[in-house]
């Protein structure tokens, strides 16, 4: 049997895992998106569920042989080059549909699979989510109405903002971000506000059951802005191991890194779920297995 990983030879996550399957003797291929439609093909029976694809080495792969897949970047397809800018959004819409039809059918272990992402995607509603598990969340608000931005920020004095979806890092808001003129900009784009909660970073990893836990000592507002960032491995209470694990079944998970917040007086806030976290620079750095604990759950033929 076949682990697919879902990403390219750019990214150093997919490339050590990679190795480490192979050198461990598990047949694992990479499955670049952006290979497809022009050098990879893929052929599928949506009522028989048969179907098969063939790598741009030239290598087929039957669907019922395919184990397992480690998503851990969808690229998107490649380019569509054709003359007619109409003829090549349609192409480009057809290729699409494929490939994701894939991604959303293929029937095997998906780590994680298209539900997780699309929940990422739409981190309001991941967090709703979360909040109905009766998690302690910080106090949000997501919108691009000015003045329930100012409200909110008058309401909790000490508060962050960052992206709805993701693309760039936390920052601590302050009063010149609240003017007129900032403001505007959110006719441009919504954003997230969130109570910012004193306290220390933890990163909690799950793998199926195994929970895996560090804190990450750091000054920055965001600790991946910290260059001097400190992660030594640390143990949960038993009750928030449990509430990790609750947390990734409800967002469709079965790899994931959560990111809480840690007051002096002990209360664990939620942050976000990741369904595909770069966990290196944290195995490094705090000596967590975390590439076994991954590996184990692509190559385990008896995990639901």
């Not at 760039?168 to 009063?175: E, I, M, N, S, W």
């Not at 640390?234 to 191991?241: G, H, K, N, S, V």
């Amino acid at each position: 049997m076949t682990i697919l990983i879902l990403g390219g030879t750019d990214d150093e996550h997919p490339v050590h895992m990679h190795r480490y399957l192979l050198t461990r003797n598990h047949d694992a291929e990479f499955l670049d998106s952006r290979e497809f439609p022009a050098q990879l093909t893929i052929q599928f029976d949506p009522v028989g569920g048969q179907g098969e694809i063939v790598l741009a080495s030239g290598r087929r792969l039957p669907l019922d042989s395919i184990l397992s897949v480690y998503w851990r970047c969808y690229n998107g397809i490649g380019p569509i080059d054709l003359p007619d800018p109409e003829q090549a959004h349609i192409a480009h819409n057809d290729a699409r549909s494929l490939f994701e039809s894939l991604l959303i059918h293929l029937p095997c272990r998906w780590v994680n699979g298209w539900d997780g992402f699309q929940l990422h995607q739409t981190k309001g509603a991941a967090l709703a989510r979360v909040a109905k598990l009766g998690v302690a969340i910080p106090a949000t608000l997501l919108a691009n109405e000015p003045e329930a931005v100012r409200a909110f920020a008058a309401e909790h004095p000490q508060c962050i903002f960052k992206p709805v979806q993701g693309g760039a890092h936390t920052r601590r808001l302050t009063g010149e971000h609240l003017t007129d003129a900032n403001l505007a900009n959110l006719k441009y784009a919504p954003v997230t506000l969130q109570e910012e909660i004193p306290g220390t970073n933890i990163r909690v990893f799950v793998a199926g059951d195994e929970v895996l836990a560090c804190e990450i000592a750091t000054c920055e507002v965001d600790f991946r802005d910290d260059p001097a960032v400190h992660i030594q491995p640390c143990e949960l209470p038993p009750d928030i191991a449990g509430q990790s694990r609750q947390i990734a079944r409800a967002l469709s998970l079965l790899w994931t890194g959560i990111d809480y917040r840690l007051t002096p007086e002990g209360k664990y806030y939620f942050l976000e779920a990741n369904p595909s976290p770069m966990f290196l620079g944290f195995q490094e750095q705090a000596g967590l297995p975390l590439t076994e604990a991954l590996a184990q759950l692509l190559t385990k033929t008896d995990i639901a």
